[in-house]
């Protein structure tokens, strides 16, 4: 009987060791991040680590493809994976995903850095909204002081993160002061990754066994069998990375006036009020998240403001074009905030054709108001003048006339009998002045 009980107890025991062992199964958290780098995405991955971190997680994989993005919120990223306690992998995917500016310090910041064939990194140095970056003068002196100051930041950035993670340092910093791109293959034959993979499960079985340093001790990672999660963006998080993209900031500010516009002159429609009013907070969100120009954002209100006082004050054009040039002009100047981030409006893709569209929309109303003006008058009581109509009672020299099929109170400069045809000369009130109409004349 005590062997029995003996066993039993063995057997519990081993149970309840089990229990924990499974639970704790080998598991890869996956994220990805497939836009602009921003403070949305940059929350979205730190508490994607914090949460590899809590629940055991074998490695948090980072599936990136990226134009770039904030550097404020480039850093908090790249400081958060620097300091993780979990190994963090990158690998740009899939095939013909970028790696760029943003997207190369991020990169070269994983524990592992990988990348798929055809994808591209690099083209790390800060930009203006015009495209200036970079460019120097016959003295070989940067044209730009806050250009200037914010590459030298960048390359002390990106060589810092190269060292600590032992990568190519002369090539960083190259992918700063040169804005060099380089292909997957490059930057493996370059040691600025680690290794290429055609897939995530090919990625795992490359990197079965391999040993990363995390937090100054050596993990050897096992992947090939563990089970991938996948942690999805928060919906409000993700409203906020949509938010975060310049261009959708223009359209939603051009959007908002453009329909306010509509209400104002049509009031009680509501429809468009609404929609404009959302649109309107709905940018003044981005704004809060993206950095801008106030300079910028003040001369694209301007030529708004213009290209509206076109169609009230008609001054033959002339505030119409400048209004189309200052939209230009503010909206290309909008996020040029070279030192703080490396996005922008889209010039020719958004810009112009938003500008366009709201030009040919104010063009249309001017028109309208125009013609309106001009055409004659079709509504009233002055359009009687010019009628013709008969006497309905005898004009001597003040009677009644039956005019566009009313009864009317008239006066004549002479007399005129009942039945006959007279033509109204003038309005006063709700009294008309005629005379006999001229035979000659048809009516």
Same mark, same amino acid.
């Given at each position: 009987?005590?062997?029995?009980?003996?066993?039993?107890?063995?057997?519990?025991?081993?149970?309840?060791?089990?229990?924990?062992?499974?639970?704790? *199964?080998? &598991? !890869?958290?996956?994220?990805?991040? #497939?836009? +602009? @780098?921003?403070? $949305? /995405?940059?929350?979205?991955?730190?508490?994607?680590?914090?949460?590899?971190?809590?629940?055991?997680?074998?490695?948090?994989?980072?599936?990136?493809?990226?134009?770039?993005?904030?550097?404020?919120?480039?850093?908090?990223?790249?400081?958060?994976?620097?300091?993780?306690?979990?190994?963090?992998?990158?690998?740009?995917?899939?095939?013909?995903?970028?790696?760029?500016?943003?997207?190369?310090?991020?990169?070269? *910041?994983? &524990? !592992?850095?990988?990348?798929?064939? #055809?994808? +591209? @990194?690099?083209? $790390? /140095?800060?930009?203006?909204?015009?495209?200036?970056?970079?460019?120097?003068?016959?003295?070989?002196?940067?044209?730009?002081?806050?250009?200037?100051?914010?590459?030298?930041?960048?390359?002390?950035?990106?060589?810092?993160?190269?060292?600590?993670?032992?990568?190519?340092?002369?090539?960083?910093?190259?992918?700063?002061?040169?804005?060099?791109?380089?292909?997957?293959?490059?930057?493996?034959?370059?040691?600025?990754?680690?290794?290429?993979?055609?897939?995530?499960?090919?990625?795992?079985?490359?990197?079965?066994?391999?040993?990363?340093?995390?937090?100054?001790?050596?993990?050897?990672?096992?992947?090939?069998?563990?089970?991938?999660?996948?942690?999805?963006?928060?919906?409000?998080?993700?409203?906020?990375?949509?938010?975060?993209?310049?261009?959708?900031?223009?359209?939603?500010?051009?959007?908002?006036?453009?329909?306010?516009?509509?209400?104002?002159?049509?009031?009680?429609?509501?429809?468009?009020?609404?929609?404009?009013?959302?649109?309107?907070?709905?940018?003044?969100?981005?704004?809060?998240?993206?950095?801008?120009?106030?300079?910028?954002?003040?001369?694209?209100?301007?030529?708004?403001?213009?290209?509206?006082?076109?169609?009230?004050?008609?001054?033959?054009?002339?505030?119409?074009?400048?209004?189309?040039?200052?939209?230009?002009?503010?909206?290309?100047?909008?996020?040029?905030?070279?030192?703080?981030?490396?996005?922008?409006?889209?010039?020719?893709?958004?810009?112009?054709?938003?500008?366009?569209?709201?030009?040919?929309?104010?063009?249309?109303?001017?028109?309208?108001?125009?013609?309106?003006?001009?055409?004659?008058?079709?509504?009233?009581?002055?359009?009687?003048?010019?009628?013709?109509?008969?006497?309905?009672?005898?004009?001597?020299?003040?009677?009644?006339?039956?005019?566009?099929?009313?009864?009317?109170?008239?006066?004549?400069?002479?007399?005129?009998?009942?039945?006959?045809?007279?033509?109204?000369?003038?309005?006063?009130?709700?009294?008309?002045?005629?005379?006999?109409?001229?035979?000659?004349?048809?009516?």
């Amino acid at each position: 009987m005590s062997r029995l009980r003996v066993a039993l107890r063995a057997w519990l025991c081993a149970q309840i060791l089990l229990v924990p062992c499974a639970a704790l *199964a080998a &598991h !890869v958290n996956v994220v990805r991040i #497939g836009g +602009s @780098i921003n403070p $949305a /995405s940059s929350d979205y991955l730190k508490q994607a680590i914090a949460q590899s971190e809590s629940d055991g997680a074998a490695a948090l994989l980072l599936e990136l493809d990226t134009p770039g993005g904030l550097l404020a919120a480039t850093k908090d990223i790249v400081e958060a994976m620097l300091n993780a306690r979990v190994p963090v992998i990158v690998f740009v995917a899939p095939r013909g995903a970028w790696a760029a500016s943003a997207g190369a310090f991020i990169t070269m *910041a994983g &524990h !592992v850095a990988a990348m798929a064939p #055809g994808t +591209s @990194i690099g083209a $790390a /140095s800060p930009i203006s909204a015009g495209g200036e970056g970079g460019e120097r003068d016959d003295k070989n002196q940067r044209k730009d002081v806050a250009m200037e100051k914010a590459e030298k930041f960048t390359a002390a950035f990106i060589e810092s993160i190269a060292r600590e993670r032992k990568r190519n340092v002369e090539w960083a910093q190259k992918a700063v002061r040169e804005a060099e791109a380089i292909t997957a293959e490059e930057a493996l034959k370059l040691h600025v990754i680690d290794l290429t993979a055609d897939s995530r499960a090919d990625l795992f079985r490359q990197l079965e066994g391999r040993k990363v340093e995390v937090s100054g001790q050596t993990v050897t990672l096992a992947l090939s069998d563990a089970e991938v999660r996948v942690i999805e963006m928060k919906p409000m998080t993700r409203l906020f990375d949509f938010l975060a993209d310049p261009n959708v900031a223009m359209l939603l500010v051009t959007a908002g006036m453009l329909l306010l516009f509509v209400e104002f002159n049509s009031p009680g429609v509501i429809l468009p009020g609404v929609a404009g009013a959302v649109c309107l907070v709905l940018a003044g969100i981005a704004f809060q998240i993206v950095p801008f120009s106030w300079v910028g954002l003040l001369v694209l209100m301007s030529g708004v403001a213009l290209m509206l006082a076109e169609v009230y004050l008609g001054a033959f054009g002339v505030l119409f074009a400048v209004g189309i040039v200052c939209m230009l002009i503010g909206g290309s100047m909008v996020f040029d905030v070279p030192e703080l981030s490396d996005l922008s409006v889209s010039f020719w893709s958004v810009l112009v054709p938003v500008v366009a569209g709201f030009a040919l929309f104010a063009g249309l109303v001017i028109i309208a108001v125009s013609r309106t003006i001009l055409s004659k008058q079709t509504a009233g009581v002055s359009e009687l003048i010019g009628l013709r109509g008969r006497v309905a009672i005898r004009l001597a020299p003040e009677g009644k006339v039956f005019v566009r099929g009313e009864y009317w109170n008239a006066s004549a400069d002479e007399e005129i009998a009942s039945g006959e045809s007279v033509e109204v000369t003038a309005v006063e009130g709700l009294h008309l002045w005629v005379r006999r109409a001229d035979p000659r004349r048809s009516g």
